[in-house]
């Protein structure tokens, strides 16, 4: 087992932090949790996607907008408030486009189509399917990482730690998000939404898997991610360790069930070598 400790949101007199202190507190506190103790390096380390290390508002809000009109165009009704609700918009919070799989999104909308028009149920899927279908994130130019994340799968490769992302998006979308940006060459295993055997987080299946599939022993791997999806999944499946990033849709108390909260992903660099980090 990997021997994280946790890190604490409070204060040593019990007082709660303000959400927006919350970040360089953790940050300043990690780094004081960790000066005396290096954890044991992991031989596989699992990343959400979106919220870890793509910035989860640069990919999925201009989509969400994108469908939000369509479905209003074709429906000839303003359901954008409605819509934006359920997928978790306007602020951005854990919702159906954090969590959720483009199927679960599809289900969701048709059903709000249904009751506001009265439409039938497969008349409303096919509207959706075809209003979701036609937004390509990975296209989008404003797509941009979450910190140095290149140098960190360097690094983390350097050390003979395998790299695996385990995401709710689709496999198209995902690879070519990792191609734009570069990143594919680092990853050992790439498991989607739409994959032979993915189960919807926080389903442990996907981290057997791939812990199976690349032969490591699921102690001795962890899961990084923004949502409680993610840091269930790494539980429920026994990982060596569930972290939780605030980088994402995720806040402290939202992500209480991490053995470890971090400001960003790329701050496992700190962790494990100690050296200073660039900022997003
Ligand atoms: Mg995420």
């Known amino acids: 087992m990997l021997s994280f400790k946790r890190i604490l949101l409070v204060t040593s007199n019990g007082r709660k932090l ?3 202190g919350l970040g360089n507190f953790a940050a300043q506190r990690k780094i004081k949790d960790n000066e005396n103790t290096k954890p044991k390096m992991p031989k596989l380390v699992i990343f959400d996607k ?7 508002h640069s990919m999925w809000v201009p989509w969400a907008l994108e469908v939000s009109n369509r479905v209003c165009m074709r429906m000839n009704m303003d359901l954008s408030s409605a819509i934006l609700q359920e997928l978790g918009i ?4 854990p919702g159906l486009l954090a969590e959720g ?3 679960q999104i599809n289900q969701v909308l048709t059903g709000l189509v249904v009751r506001s028009s009265g439409i039938e149920s497969n008349q409303a899927r096919s509207i959706v399917d075809q209003c979701t279908a036609g937004g390509d994130t990975a296209t989008k130019n404003s797509i941009k990482t ?3 994340i290149r140098e960190m799968f360097e690094k983390l490769q350097q050390h003979n730690t395998k790299l695996a992302i385990c995401t709710m998006d689709k496999r198209d979308n995902t690879v070519h998000t990792l191609e734009k940006l ?3 060459k680092y990853i050992d295993y790439v498991f989607c939404c739409d994959d032979k055997g993915f189960v919807p987080k926080p389903h442990p299946d996907n981290a ?3 812990c199976k599939d690349l032969r490591i022993d699921p102690t001795d791997a962890i899961m990084v991610g923004d949502t409680k999806a993610d840091i269930n999944m790494a539980l429920s499946a026994g990982l060596g360790s569930a972290v939780g990033v605030l980088s994402g849709v995720g806040c402290s108390d939202y992500l209480a069930n991490a053995n470890m909260l971090l400001d960003k992903a ?3 660099v700190d962790i494990f070598y100690g050296s200073a980090q660039q900022s997003c």
Request: hydrophobic share 35%; proline share 3%.
């Open 50 to 56: 979106d919220g870890t290390l793509i910035c989860f």
């Open 208 to 210: 057997w898997k791939i």
């Open 101 to 103: 799989t483009m199927d």
């Open 266 to 268: 790329t701050d496992l």
């Open 146 to 148: 979450i910190g140095d």
């Open 18 to 20: 303000s959400q927006k």
């Open 182 to 184: 570069q990143l594919g």
């Open 90 to 93: 306007c602020p951005v919070r």
